[in-house]
């Protein structure tokens, strides 16, 4: 059973006031933007993976639909139409469907993005081969519920990639401390260290809604290098998971 709204109006405000920076890669967003490679690579490699693409082939992605809840300004979404995926970009922060719009525009793009809910595309019955599920789950009323209807929306055999950051005192320090007091990358009050989720209670939350989680990694920051990598074990504060519908 999907829950009715998991949307927390208070989180949908904190990234609705910082809508028009989504392209800026020295604004708010400038953690993403560090961030986005990492990710993204991760995304091509799992869908490659478990829908046997050839990423080296034209449109690898093609005849895939693929949904990005919590789209933003589509730093995800952009790079996966261009590998060929039918894109449905959601997002229920109204202030970040005309950013993404027109930047999609700009880049010659054909993207559906809708100020929606995950609940309102799964009542219309909608499925998805795959559902990019990054950096939201922290920012959700009910996490639980939000995977129910992930998976609610998930074709068979479909695949759902979910990334947060974990509870811990490293992850407090890094991703509060650090980020949004320190190096000021975010605004303060952008995360709330009570709604993070350790690796075991997302995985344990996937299987609960009968989804298979198939890996979990680490994305780690090197202040050092300044830039940031995908680790097989350090999984201590950023970290993505990836789980297949049989």
Known sequence: MTATNTIDPAEVAKFEAMAAEWWDVNGKFKPLHMLNPCRLDYIVDQIAAEFGRDINQPLPFKGLRLLDIGCGGGLLSEPMARLGASVVGADAAGGNIPVAQL?????????????????????????????????????VADPQGFLEV??????????????????????????????????????????????????????AMIANTGLNPVDRKGFVFNPLRWDWSISDRDLSVNYVTASTKA
């Open 103 to 139: 930047h999609a525009q700009q880049s010659g793009l054909e993207i559906d993005y809708r100020h929606t809910s995950a609940e309102d595309i799964a009542a219309n019955g909608e499925r998805f081969d795959v559902i990019l599920n990054m950096e939201v789950i922290e920012h």
């Open 150 to 203: 992930c998976n609610t929306l998930l074709d068979t055999n479909g695949l759902l990639i979910c990334s947060t950051i974990n509870r811990n005192p490293k992850s407090y320090m890094m991703a509060i401390i650090g980020a949004e007091h320190v190096m000021r990358w975010l605004p303060k009050g952008t995360h709330e260290f009570d709604k993070f989720i350790t690796p075991d209670e997302l995985c």
